[in-house]
């Protein structure tokens, strides 16, 4: 089995698509997987309109986890809330001149076991045409049974 996978794909902002659903179960819940790198960015960098294209996204281990609670159809940032795993952000300055790629922050304590769930907006309410690119980087985690059952138990924890 491999040690390390690389997810990534094109999505839509996530008031207009909704969570994206990521498979990483693999069935086997001794197999745990860590996320290492959390990286997006607009789709197309050099666009003239780009400079609108700012964007910020969460990972998390349940759908529920990701819209904002006082604005329900956007992204939020809860690091109380243990189902968010990942927090990264995109600038884009001036017309077409994007920043570096920010990493992000992740928690480096979570394990996943069963499926992760991302959202991505625009920071600046980009029109629905616009879409984002993400990349994720997971390596397994080898868990016993004790192991196993608190990765599960802080997958649906909401709370800290």
Not at 54 to 68: E, F, K, S
Not at 100 to 123: A, E, F, K, M, Q
Request: include cysteine; charge should be negative; glycine fraction near 10%.
């Amino acid at each position: 089995m491999k040690e390390r996978r690389v997810i990534r794909g094109v999505t839509n902002q996530f008031q207009h698509s909704g969570p994206v659903h990521i498979v990483v179960d693999d069935g086997n819940f001794k197999d745990g997987w860590r996320v290492t790198a959390f990286y997006m960015a607009p789709m197309e960098p050099f666009h003239a309109s780009a400079g609108g294209y700012d964007c910020y996204g969460v990972l998390a281990t349940h759908p529920d986890a990701i819209p904002d609670d006082n604005v329900p159809n956007n992204v939020g940032w809860n690091w109380e809330d243990r189902r968010q795993i990942a927090w990264g952000s995109q600038a884009m300055f001036g017309s077409s001149s994007p920043d570096w790629l920010n990493g992000g922050l992740i928690d480096p304590s979570h394990v996943v076991i069963r499926d992760l769930y991302l959202g991505i907006t625009s920071g600046s309410g980009a029109v629905s045409a616009v879409y984002f690119n993400y990349f994720i980087e997971i390596e397994r985690v080898v868990l016993d049974d004790n192991q196993s059952i608190m990765a599960l138990v802080q997958e649906k924890a909401a709370g800290a």
